[in-house]
């Protein structure tokens, strides 16, 4: 990655981490504080829980959309204003249903698929991975923080002071944003084709893709697994060793994990062993689940299969956004993330609400042996999933050109071995390409029109 490559994704992952801290600190804490209030339940614990991936997954869809058409950066303003308003309402509420109130409007400032689109607008397709990786381990590792300061926040400030906490770094991501952040040129030309297309053309292209949706099925499931597990684990660990000392659990177990994913990701982006480490996280998160109800009792057997768990999740969580990214038409990325996210948030959802329900009428048992048998329909979805292609991103600059000669271009660039995406931006004078270098015929290229003069390959 370049410097400019860098310094894009490195941003974006403190905006997203930033904002997930706040959506995180609440888990090790929330199940025991939760039940000292007067309208606590166990189903009522698992909405507040959950309750922001539903406004998340209602709303994912038409930010993203909207961030195609209008920009990245609008969109996720609006957004983080959203989720300090939301951070504020919790705040003040002294009631699990206020609570619920709080965090549903926190939910409703849906900027992944934003940020998302926008991380892919402003890095290479090759060097993609790699920025989704930054952003997906940056999201892990606030996922770590956030376990280690959510005990001792809550013995400092309690938790109303948590989302006073999290209304805070709203705010910095704002700054953040609109001060070190860029505004790309490849997400303007999106924009322009974008908005030459209904908004239900680009829905459908998405999701008639059946790749895109074993994505976000796979998404879906990962964040109700996550989620149903935080349900009930800090009640299994409260058994074990006291509330404010879970942080020293959690903080080497999720390091230790981040140490294990990262070189695998290396390996298998480098290697083109995508698919396969994918279905490798699956069947180990299978594992974790079955050895969290055979071990919930066990400190050691716990702690072991948190490790199982976290290495899986941390390698899905990096390798799911950039497959998607990968497969998704150039004009209608914001619009793939945000289903995509939809699935993700929507999944957080289904965990908070399903285990509580499940906590509530069964046993804590039961919510890891339904998790262990959606990683079984998980897998059976993924082992059926096309090996993806590895595209470069190549942006042409043509000039002044007609409607004829643009349409003459993309017909003979669809035509060329190994290229996958063909967008010709007739006002800006430029062409997209999506290539596969591996197997791109330079020769039948050059012979396109403009294309001889106009090739670096």
């Given at each position: 990655?370049?410097?400019?490559?860098?310094?894009?994704?490195?941003?974006?992952?403190?905006?997203?981490?930033?904002?997930?801290?706040?959506?995180?600190?609440?888990?090790?804490?929330?199940?025991?504080?939760?039940?000292?209030?007067?309208?606590?339940?166990?189903?009522?614990?698992?909405?507040?829980?959950?309750?922001?991936?539903?406004?998340?997954?209602?709303?994912?869809?038409?930010?993203?959309?909207?961030?195609?058409?209008?920009?990245?950066?609008?969109?996720?303003?609006?957004?983080?204003?959203?989720?300090?308003?939301?951070?504020?309402?919790?705040?003040?509420?002294?009631?699990?249903?206020?609570?619920?109130?709080?965090?549903?409007?926190?939910?409703?400032?849906?900027i992944a698929a934003a940020v998302l689109a926008l991380a892919a607008d402003l890095t290479r397709e090759e060097q993609r991975t790699k920025a989704m990786a930054i952003i997906g381990m940056s999201?892990?590792?606030?996922?770590?923080?956030?376990?280690?300061?959510?005990?001792?926040?809550?013995?400092?400030?309690?938790?109303?002071?948590?989302?006073?906490?999290?209304?805070?770094?709203?705010?910095?991501?704002?700054?953040l944003l609109h001060v070190v952040i860029p505004s790309p040129l490849t997400q303007n030309y999106s924009a322009a084709i974008s908005s030459a297309l209904p908004l239900s053309t680009q829905l459908?292209?998405?999701?008639?893709?059946?790749?895109?949706?074993?994505?976000?099925?796979?998404?879906?499931?990962?964040?109700?697994?996550?989620?149903?597990?935080?349900?009930?684990?800090?009640?299994?660990?409260?058994?074990?060793?006291?509330?404010?000392?879970?942080?020293?659990?959690?903080?080497?177990?999720?390091?230790?994990?981040?140490?294990?994913?990262?070189?695998?990701?290396?390996?298998?982006?480098?290697?083109?062993?995508?698919?396969?480490?994918?279905?490798?996280?699956?069947?180990?998160?299978?594992?974790?689940?079955?050895?969290?109800?055979?071990?919930?009792?066990?400190?050691?057997?716990?702690?072991?299969?948190?490790?199982?768990?976290?290495?899986?999740?941390?390698?899905?969580?990096?390798?799911?956004?950039?497959?998607?990214?990968?497969?998704?038409?150039?004009?209608?990325?914001?619009?793939?993330?945000?289903?995509?996210?939809?699935?993700?948030?929507?999944?957080?959802?289904?965990?908070?609400?399903?285990?509580?329900?499940?906590?509530?009428?069964?046993?804590?048992?039961?919510?890891?042996?339904?998790?262990?048998?959606?990683?079984?329909?998980?897998?059976?979805?993924?082992?059926?999933?096309?090996?993806?292609?590895?595209?470069?991103?190549?942006?042409?600059?043509?000039?002044?050109?007609?409607l004829q000669q643009a349409n003459q271009l993309t017909s003979c660039l669809n035509k060329v071995p190994g290229v996958a995406d063909v967008v010709v931006i007739i006002e800006e004078g430029i062409?997209?390409?999506?290539?596969?270098?591996?197997?791109?015929?330079?020769?039948?290229?050059?012979?396109?029109?403009?294309?001889?003069?106009?090739?670096?390959?």
């Amino acid at each position: 990655m370049n410097f400019f490559e860098q310094r894009a994704a490195l941003a974006l992952a403190s905006i997203m981490s930033t904002r997930m801290l706040g959506l995180f600190m609440i888990l090790p804490v929330f199940a025991l504080y939760a039940e000292t209030l007067p309208d606590a339940t166990p189903i009522l614990i698992g909405t507040a829980i959950g309750i922001y991936g539903l406004t998340q997954a209602l709303l994912q869809i038409p930010m993203g959309m909207l961030s195609d058409r209008f920009g990245r950066k609008p969109i996720i303003t609006i957004g983080l204003l959203l989720f300090a308003v939301g951070s504020v309402i919790a705040a003040l509420s002294t009631s699990l249903l206020g609570i619920i109130i709080g965090r549903a409007i926190q939910g409703s400032g849906a900027i992944a698929a934003a940020v998302l689109a926008l991380a892919a607008d402003l890095t290479r397709e090759e060097q993609r991975t790699k920025a989704m990786a930054i952003i997906g381990m940056s999201i892990g590792l606030s996922f770590t923080l956030a376990l280690v300061l959510g005990p001792v926040l809550n013995q400092w400030v309690g938790i109303s002071g948590i989302f006073w906490f999290t209304a805070v770094l709203a705010i910095a991501a704002l700054v953040l944003l609109h001060v070190v952040i860029p505004s790309p040129l490849t997400q303007n030309y999106s924009a322009a084709i974008s908005s030459a297309l209904p908004l239900s053309t680009q829905l459908r292209r998405v999701l008639t893709n059946t790749q895109l949706l074993r994505l976000n099925l796979g998404v879906l499931l990962l964040h109700t697994l996550l989620t149903g597990m935080f349900v009930v684990l800090p009640l299994l660990l409260v058994k074990q060793v006291p509330s404010n000392q879970h942080w020293q659990i959690y903080l080497p177990v999720l390091l230790l994990a981040f140490g294990i994913a990262l070189p695998l990701i290396v390996v298998a982006e480098k290697h083109r062993l995508l698919k396969l480490m994918l279905i490798a996280a699956i069947i180990l998160l299978g594992f974790s689940q079955l050895g969290f109800s055979y071990w919930q009792q066990s400190l050691p057997g716990i702690v072991l299969m948190l490790l199982v768990f976290f290495s899986a999740f941390t390698l899905l969580e990096a390798s799911l956004p950039s497959l998607v990214s990968k497969l998704a038409p150039a004009e209608s990325k914001g619009a793939a993330m945000g289903i995509y996210s939809t699935a993700q948030f929507f999944g957080a959802f289904l965990g908070g609400m399903g285990g509580g329900w499940l906590h509530h009428h069964f046993s804590s048992e039961s919510i890891f042996l339904v998790g262990a048998v959606l990683t079984v329909l998980w897998l059976l979805v993924a082992v059926t999933m096309q090996s993806p292609r590895y595209l470069s991103s190549e942006l042409l600059t043509l000039g002044k050109i007609n409607l004829q000669q643009a349409n003459q271009l993309t017909s003979c660039l669809n035509k060329v071995p190994g290229v996958a995406d063909v967008v010709v931006i007739i006002e800006e004078g430029i062409a997209y390409l999506k290539v596969d270098r591996k197997h791109l015929d330079v020769t039948a290229l050059r012979k396109c029109p403009m294309m001889n003069a106009l090739l670096k390959f």
